[in-house]
C-alpha cells in the first residue's frame, strides 16, 4: 500500500496525525527532500529505506513504489504542503493504477494556508473578496492563455502566487494589469520554518523590498485587499443575523 502525504509547509508539528503515523510506520519512505522538513524522518521504522525526490525521475520513484509494493511493503510518498497543489501528484496516481497498486491520499496543510496564519489574516473578507485564486506565473510551466496574470488579477481577488517570488519585477507588472499601484503585497519566505521572513508593501514597492530582503525562492506571492483593515463585519456572528444554529435578536 502506497501513502501520498502531505507533509505540511515545514513546522514539523503541521502535519496530520495520520500522515505522520504513516511515515514513521513505513518500510519505504520518498520525501521531497527541497522542502519537507527532514524532522519528520525522525522516529522512522529502524531499517526503513529512505529517498530523496529530488534528485529522481518520475521513472525512477515509480520503480521504488511500483517494486516496494509488490513486495508487499508499505510505502510513504511524503510531498510538501498540501500534494494537489503544484503537487506532480497526478502523474503518479494514474502510472499506480496502471499497475493496479492500491493507495491513499492523506492530506496536508498548504503553504498558502500556513503564510495566512504567519500573516494572522484571513483571505476572505466581506465586502472585500470572496474569492482565493491559487496560481503561478509561467515559467518553464506553461500556464493556459486564459489563466495569464494579467488576466486574472482583473478580478481583484485574493491572488496567491507560487512558484514565482524569483521573477517579481515581471509578475507586479503583470499584476497591475488589474489591481491599483497601491494594492497590499505581501511575500512570505519559508512559512512556518523558524527562518520566515515576512516582507510587506504594495504592487509598487514590493520586488525592491524584496530583492532587499535577498528573497528568491520558497515564498508566496500574497496580493490583495483583504490585507487592508477594511471590510464588514460577518452574517455569521451578526447578532440581527438568524441562521441554522442561531436564533437572531432583532
Ligand atoms: C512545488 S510547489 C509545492 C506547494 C505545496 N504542495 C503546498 O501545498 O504548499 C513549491 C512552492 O510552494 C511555495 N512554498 C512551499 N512551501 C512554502 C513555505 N513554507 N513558505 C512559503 N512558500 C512555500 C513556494 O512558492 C514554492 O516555490
Redesign the pocket.
Known amino acids: 500500500m502506497i501513502y501520498f502525504i502531505?507533509a505540511g509547509?515545514?513546522d514539523p508539528e503541521l502535519i496530520t496525525v495520520k500522515g505522520k503515523r504513516h511515515i514513521e510506520e513505513a518500510d519505504i519512505i520518498i520525501y521531497a527532500g527541497s522542502?519537507v522538513n527532514k524532522a519528520l524522518l525522525a522516529n522512522i521504522r529502524k531499517g526503513a529505506e529512505i529517498y530523496d525526490s529530488a534528485g529522481m525521475t518520475l521513472e525512477e520513484v515509480l520503480e521504488v513504489m511500483v517494486k516496494g509494493a509488490q513486495a508487499g511493503k508499505k510505502i510513504a510518498r511524503v510531498?510538501?504542503?498540501?500534494?494537489s497543489?503544484?503537487?506532480?501528484i497526478r502523474e503518479q496516481l494514474d502510472a499506480l493504477d496502471k499497475y493496479h497498486i492500491e493507495y491513499e491520499v492523506i492530506p496536508?496543510v498548504?503553504?498558502?494556508l500556513?503564510?495566512a496564519a504567519a500573516l494572522k489574516k484571513e483571505y476572505t473578507l466581506p465586502g472585500i473578496t470572496q474569492t482565493v485564486i491559487l496560481t503561478r506565473m509561467e515559467g518553464r510551466t506553461a500556464v493556459p492563455a486564459s489563466e495569464k496574470i494579467e488576466a486574472l488579477a482583473r478580478h481583484q481577488a485574493t491572488m496567491i502566487i507560487?512558484?514565482?517570488?524569483g521573477m517579481l519585477v515581471e509578475l507586479v507588472d503583470k499584476l497591475q494589469c488589474g489591481y491599483p499601484a497601491n494594492t497590499p503585497v505581501a511575500v512570505?519566505?519559508?512559512?512556518?520554518?523558524p527562518e520566515?521572513l515576512i516582507v510587506q508593501g504594495t504592487l509598487q514597492d514590493i520586488a525592491e523590498k524584496v530583492q532587499i530582503a535577498g528573497i528568491r525562492?520558497?515564498?508566496?506571492v500574497v496580493v490583495g485587499d483583504f490585507l487592508g483593515d477594511e471590510y464588514e463585519l460577518s452574517k455569521l456572528y451578526d447578532k440581527h443575523f438568524t441562521h441554522e444554529f442561531r436564533n437572531g435578536s432583532a
Do not use: M
Not at 79 to 83: E, R, Y
Not at 217 to 220: N, Q, R, S
Open positions: 502531505g509547509p515545514g522542502l510531498h510538501t504542503g498540501d500534494p497543489i503544484f503537487g506532480a496536508g498548504s503553504s498558502f500556513a503564510t507560487f512558484l514565482s517570488a512570505v519566505y519559508k512559512a512556518s520554518w520566515q525562492k520558497t515564498a508566496l
